[in-house]
């Protein structure tokens, strides 16, 4: 099995993380409660949305998407260098990449985007 790289709690307190191109989510126990599949990727973040799906942040391909519960693309976007995502309160989605921070719509196209100094590896919201 290969390492396990993003791992974050959910608001349910069940643990997420990724491992190769899988999703595994666990109880507070340590129980394994699901997988997802996921395109091929080396995934850099997650965050569990409402409905049980995710977005996901995939360094590799520079590709950021939305998954259902099933790990059904919902949409995908391009953004070289992405690392961090998070869900904002619009719907919308706060990208964290190479010198830039991109707010996606609930499709996936660019709202706005600013230029950075750094590499932006975490955005953090709710």
Not at 80 to 97: I, M
Request: charged share 30%; glycine share 14%.
């Amino acid at each position: 099995m290969d390492h396990s790289n993003a791992v974050r709690k959910e608001r349910n307190g069940h643990i997420i993380h990724t491992c190769g191109s899988e999703i595994g989510e666990a109880d507070a126990q340590g129980k394994f409660l699901r997988f997802i599949r996921l395109p091929p990727g080396q995934y850099t973040d997650i965050e569990d949305v409402p409905g049980g799906g995710f977005i996901a942040a995939c360094a590799k391909t520079g590709r950021v998407l939305e998954v259902d519960a099933m790990g059904k693309a919902l949409w995908k976007a391009d953004v070289p260098g992405t690392c961090g995502v998070t869900r904002l309160p619009n719907g919308h989605t706060l990208v964290g990449a190479d010198h830039r921070i991109i707010e996606l719509d609930d499709r996936g196209k660019t709202v706005w985007e600013k230029q950075t100094e750094g590499y932006v590896r975490r955005i953090r919201g709710w």
